[in-house]
């Protein structure tokens, strides 16, 4: 069946980096332009980060653009956002899926992400 599971997350102080991982399966990932979401308590669900299918184009976020980059191995089925620079209001749980809404698929049990001192 169709999955997405994220890792990677964990605590970190302001100024640090951390890189997240979603690994895919169940479907043909390497046809499917992919991104990654965060939500933070008490807020919705925000898209942060998107990838081309080839990798060959990327979008960011306004909040982040310049500190995290979103990449892919299509040959691994693997997604990643390293983030950089990291701020206290990046704090969320993390998630990824396909980036058009009409081809979301369910969403994964997300990775938390906790900056703070």
């Known amino acids: 069946q169709v999955q997405l599971v994220e890792s990677g997350g964990g605590l970190v102080q302001p100024g640090g980096s951390l890189r997240l991982s979603c690994a895919a399966s169940?479907?043909?990932?390497?046809?499917?332009?992919m991104a990654w979401f965060r939500q933070a308590p008490g807020k919705e669900r925000e898209f942060v980060a998107s990838?081309?299918?080839?990798?060959?184009?990327?979008m960011y976020a306004d909040s982040v653009k310049g500190r995290f980059t979103i990449s892919r191995d299509n040959a691994k089925s693997l997604v990643y956002l390293q983030m950089n620079s990291l701020k206290p209001e990046d704090t969320a749980v993390y998630y990824c899926?396909?980036?058009?809404?009409?081809?979301?698929?369910?969403w994964g049990q997300g990775t938390q992400v906790i900056v703070s001192l």
């Open positions: 899926n396909r980036n058009m809404p009409s081809l979301r698929v369910s």
């Open positions: 990838i081309k299918w080839s990798g060959s184009g990327t």
């Open positions: 169940g479907f043909a990932f390497s046809g499917f332009d």
